[in-house]
């Protein structure tokens, strides 16, 4: 799998989990102090994470760096 591919499916799982949480793009940039735009590049996959952007995010989306990228399930 290329890397763009993974991308996307980390993105997906970002998306999967913020609306899971009931939360828009603009709160959880806020809560994580970047725009929403970096949100949506994030969960489109068009915009790598950097690792500690990864745990920043998965806290404020309560779950794990993990499951983020699909080591857990």
Do not use: F, N, Y
Not at 53 to 69: D, I, K, P
């Amino acid at each position: 799998m290329d890397v763009a591919a993974i991308r996307k499916q980390i993105g997906h799982r970002i998306k999967v989990r913020r609306v899971e949480l009931d939360m828009k793009q603009e709160e959880l940039g806020q809560r994580l102090g970047v725009p929403q735009s970096q949100i949506s590049e994030w969960e489109i996959g068009r915009r790598a994470l950097r690792i500690e952007q990864a745990v920043a995010l998965a806290q404020a989306l309560e779950t794990t760096v993990g499951r983020l990228v699909g080591e857990v399930p």
